[in-house]
C-alpha cells in the first residue's frame, strides 16, 4: 500500500532532496549562481541554521516517501497593524512529474493554517512573472495580487 500524501517538517536527511527541487524552481539571472558551488556540508550548516531560528520553518511534501515538494514560512513580529506578526512564504516547489496532485495546495494549506495559528494579520508571498500555473494556484487559494515584489540580485 501506497502512503498518501503529508506535509511535516524537513529533517537532515532531506536536505539534498530540497536542494534539487530548488534547482527546479530557480529562475534567477543572479551572478552569485554562478561563482559559488556549495558543499552538502554548507547546505547542512544552513540547515541548522533554518532549524534552529523559531520564526522559521521549512516543511516537505512527501507521496509515497518521496520528498516531492517543499515551502518555507517565515513569521516576523511586527509593531505595525497592532503588533500583530505577518508570515512571508517562499520557495515553494512541487517537482515536475508530481504536479497537478495537490501538493501545492496542501503545502500552502498546511503553512497559511500555521500563519494564522501564529496571530499573523497576513500571508504574503512572492513569484516570479513568468510562474503563471503558480498564480492560478494562488488566485484559487485567495492570495491577491495586490503588490509588486521588487528583487534586487548580487
Same mark, same amino acid.
Given at each position: 500500500m501506497t502512503?498518501?500524501?503529508r506535509v511535516?517538517?524537513?529533517?537532515?536527511?532531506?536536505?539534498?532532496?530540497i536542494?534539487?527541487?530548488?534547482?527546479?524552481?530557480t529562475?534567477?539571472d543572479s551572478?552569485i549562481?554562478h561563482?559559488?558551488?556549495?558543499?552538502?556540508a554548507?547546505y547542512?550548516?544552513?540547515?541548522?541554521?533554518i532549524q534552529?531560528?523559531?520564526?522559521?520553518?521549512?516543511?516537505?511534501?512527501?507521496?509515497?516517501?518521496e520528498?516531492?515538494?517543499t515551502?518555507v514560512?517565515? =513569521?516576523?513580529?511586527?509593531?505595525s497593524?497592532? $503588533?500583530t506578526?505577518w508570515?512571508? &512564504? !517562499?520557495?515553494l #516547489? =512541487?517537482?515536475?512529474?508530481h504536479?497537478?496532485? $495537490?501538493?501545492?495546495r496542501?503545502? &500552502? !494549506?498546511?503553512? #497559511?493554517?500555521?500563519?494564522?495559528?501564529?496571530g499573523c494579520?497576513?500571508?504574503e508571498l512572492c513569484?516570479?512573472?513568468?510562474?503563471?500555473?503558480a498564480?492560478?494556484?494562488y488566485?484559487?487559494?485567495?492570495?491577491?495580487?495586490?503588490?509588486?515584489?521588487f528583487?534586487r540580485?548580487?
Open positions: 502512503a498518501g500524501p511535516r517538517l524537513a529533517e537532515d536527511r532531506d536536505v539534498a532532496r536542494v534539487d527541487l530548488y534547482r527546479e524552481l529562475i534567477t551572478e549562481e561563482q559559488h558551488d556549495p558543499s552538502p554548507d547542512q550548516r544552513v540547515f541548522a541554521e534552529s531560528d523559531p520564526r522559521q520553518k521549512l516543511f516537505v511534501a512527501e507521496i509515497g516517501g520528498v516531492a515538494g515551502i514560512l517565515l =513569521v516576523v513580529p511586527n509593531l497593524h497592532n $503588533g506578526p508570515a512571508f &512564504l !517562499e520557495n #516547489v =512541487v517537482t515536475g512529474r504536479r497537478k496532485k $495537490g501538493l501545492g496542501m503545502l &500552502l !494549506e498546511h503553512s #497559511v493554517a500555521l500563519a494564522r495559528e501564529s494579520h497576513m500571508v513569484s516570479d512573472v513568468r510562474r503563471l500555473e498564480h492560478r494556484l488566485a484559487s487559494m485567495g492570495f491577491e495580487a495586490r503588490a509588486h515584489c528583487r540580485y548580487f
